[in-house]
């Protein structure tokens, strides 16, 4: 059996405000869309890899997504993404030093208009005996009041 090999993932989602995501993801990626129909929007990124596209449509308060991400080579990848976000207006939660999914990591965390979280982080240590920090919080399960409601 030969392996799949992806030319780059694709994730789609739903929302509810075209152009509110469109602003949101031209944010989080530097980049705007590659195309832009009424209601539709798509992004094909080179650097992650990435085909996403957007479909404004109702859907319900919470879907089956728990949320998406980008890990990134380095702390000060992190950082640049932050003041990046920041310098948009996107309201950014950081973690820093956190143990999550028993590894330690550097990350920030950032929700779209649709409440959809993303986090960018980088794995600094790979192994861990816990598989998140001793205050009991959800192992990569932001709640939408730490990352904030508003964003765009």
């Excluded at 993932?9 to 944010?27: G, K, L, M, N, W």
């Excluded at 308060?61 to 976000?85: D, Q, Y």
């Excluded at 999550?100 to 790979?126: G, L, M, R």
């Amino acid at each position: 059996m030969t392996s799949f090999k992806a030319f780059r993932p694709h994730i789609s989602i739903d929302v509810r405000d075209i152009q509110a995501s469109v602003e949101f993801y031209t944010s989080l990626f530097g980049q705007a869309p590659t195309k832009q129909r009424p209601g539709y929007a798509k992004f094909a990124l080179e650097q992650p890899a990435l085909n996403f596209s957007l479909n404004e449509r109702e859907h319900g308060a919470s879907g089956s997504l728990s949320h998406l991400g980008f890990e990134v080579l380095s702390t000060n990848e992190v950082i640049a993404a932050k003041e990046r976000l920041e310098a948009s207006g996107v309201t950014v939660r950081e973690e820093m030093e956190t143990t999550c999914c028993y590894a330690k990591q550097d990350k920030i965390w950032v929700s779209d208009p649709d409440h959809n979280a993303w986090e960018i982080f980088v794995v600094t240590e790979a192994d861990t005996a816990v598989s998140s920090d001793e205050d009991g919080s959800a192992c990569c399960v932001p709640s939408l009041v730490q990352i904030g409601e508003a964003c765009c």
